[in-house]
């Protein structure tokens, strides 16, 4: 470990690392504070913490068990030149998951429901159930990112490292996210449509349909940052109102 410290492409591979890990980890966060969001408020931090917190041990599980998730990646089955590995099972089935959760997510907004609670006459959602639904996405999460992970770096100590600082940004980052996806409708109905994107590429992926992750990134941020120009411009506004 000490000779790791003193060579120079180790730190860079620990940060080019991290920083991959951050990025594959804003699906995560989005995921998770959706779900949080149907929790009454005094609960919405424990449930991200907890969800964070089972995405770091699932991580350190699957790097500590690199051989098994090498393996994954092995087809299984078999016709007519179609190969799928139980890593293509996975994100098929994490895709198909995350493409109906987010269907129903917005539909549950553009119809009112997704703020009914005990007062609304429908009771909201256990703690439970959607720590149950995080961590079936924490699967699917923590599989490609430490097939990456392993993908770039050759020390377990370096991937360990990169994974635990990726998560404690993600941790101290989860709380504004929540809030700010939580305060503007149509950030979170944007970021809804990024989980339905994410959905779609996962099962191309399953299904062998690679769909390069820079598109993805590129298609997300320029929503981004025309969401960003409209909030502005709606700030803008108000304060125009309120001057008159």
Sequence with gaps: ????LADPNAWASLLTLTALEIVLGIDNIIFISIMASKLPLERQAAARKVGLALALITRLILLASIAWVVGLTQPFFEIQGFALSWRDIILIVGGLFLMA???TEIHHTIEGKADEGPAGGKPAATFNA???QIMILDIVFSLDSVITAVGMAQELSIMVAAVIIAMMVMLFASGPVSAFVNRHQTVKMLALSFLLLVGVA????GLHFHIPKGYLYFAIAFSVVVEALNLAASARRRRKQAEH
């Design 202 to 205: 996962l099962v191309a992926d």
């Design 101 to 103: 959760k987010g269907t």
């Design 1 to 4: 470990m000490l000779d790791l």
């Design 130 to 132: 959607v720590v149950v």
